[in-house]
C-alpha cells in the first residue's frame, strides 16, 4: 500500500474472511496469534504530507488522539512540517482476559472485540480507539454485558449532566433527537450499568481522550461496522490494565500507558506495575532485564517494546 495515501482512497477494508464477518476490516481486524504468543498488528511509520494534522492521522489510521502523541514524544498539535516522520502506535499486546466477548481497557483507551470462533476459520480480534470518562467520571472495572442496540438513538439527558450544567449556568434540553447533533452519534449499544453506553459521537476529535461522563465513544465509521456484527446478550469487560506484556517469537515485550488517576484512587507508582509485572509465573528476571522493564513500564510509549529474549531452552517452558 503507498505511504500516505488518503483513507478515502487507501484499500483499508479488505476482509479477511468470506462470509461471516463481513463488516468487519483488516484496518481493525487482526487473526489471533498461535497459543504463547500475544501480540498482533505491526508499528508503521509515515511521511508527513503538507497540511497532514495529527488529529486526522490518528482517525485515518483509528489510532486514538493521545495514543498518536504518545508514540511521538515531543510532537506538538502544531501543524506538522512536511516530511516529518510519524509513529502509528499499530501493534497491540492483547489484554491478560479471556478472549470473548467486548474489553476495553480503560488506560490504553482502547476496545478489543473477539467474535464467536466460527467452525472451519481462524479465531480473529477487532480493536478500536475509544474516548473514555473524564477525571472522576471514569466506568469502573467490572463485567457486563450488551442489552440493547439502538440505530439512531435519542439521548435522554442523565441528571448528571443537567445537574452541572444548571451549575454553570447552561440551559440544557432534556432530551436531543436523532441528527447531527446528538452526541451519541447514529448508534448506541447499551450496558447492563443502564447508565453506560458503548456509542458513536458528532466530536470524533475527541476519540482517544478523556472527555465523556463515563460512557465509551468510537469514530463513527467504526462503530458503523461493528454494531451490525455484535450481538445482544455479548459479554463486556471493562478493565484497567496500563501494563500489559506478551510474548512475540522469540522475546518478551511491555506495552506501558499512563495509568487513570481518579482523585477516589490511590496514585499507581512504577514499582507498583513492575512488582506485578515480575510477578509473572517463573519468570526468571535478571538486573539487566528488571532495568528493560523499568524503562518500558515508565515510558508509557503504548507500543510493545522487546525487554527479554531467553535462550531457546528457556523459551519453551513458557
Known sequence: MPEN?????????????ISFYPALCVATTYYLPSPGEHIVGEVQVITAQENDTLRQIARDYEIGY??????????????LTKGKKITIPSQYILPNTPYEGVVINLPEMR????????AGHKPVVSTYAIGIGKQGYSMPPGISKITSKTLNPTWTVPK??????????????????????????KHALRLGRTSYLIHGTNKPYSIGMRVSHGCIRMYPEDIEMLFPVIPSGTVVRV????????????????????????????????????????????????????????????????????????????????
Open 239 to 318: 478493565i484497567h490494565q496500563p501494563l500489559k506484556s506478551g510474548w512475540h517469537g522469540n522475546a518478551l515485550y511491555v506495552e506501558a500507558h499512563s495509568a487513570l488517576q481518579d482523585p477516589k484512587k490511590p496514585r499507581d507508582t512504577p514499582d507498583d506495575t513492575m512488582s506485578s509485572f515480575i510477578a509473572t509465573p517463573d519468570l526468571e528476571i535478571d538486573d539487566v532485564t528488571r532495568t528493560a522493564i523499568r524503562q518500558a513500564s515508565e515510558s508509557n510509549l503504548g507500543l510493545p517494546v522487546r525487554v527479554y529474549t531467553p535462550d531457546p531452552a528457556a523459551r519453551a517452558r513458557y
Open 5 to 17: 495515501m488518503p483513507a478515502s482512497t487507501r484499500v483499508r477494508y479488505l476482509l479477511i474472511f
Open 160 to 185: 448528571s449532566i443537567l445537574s452541572e450544567h444548571t451549575k454553570n449556568g447552561v440551559t440544557h434540553p432534556k432530551t436531543i433527537a436523532p441528527g447531527p447533533n446528538n452526541p451519541l452519534g
Open 111 to 118: 476496545l478489543y472485540y473477539y467474535p464467536p470462533p466460527q
Open 66 to 79: 493521545n495514543a498518536l502523541i504518545a508514540a511521538n514524544p515531543g510532537i506538538t498539535q502544531k501543524p
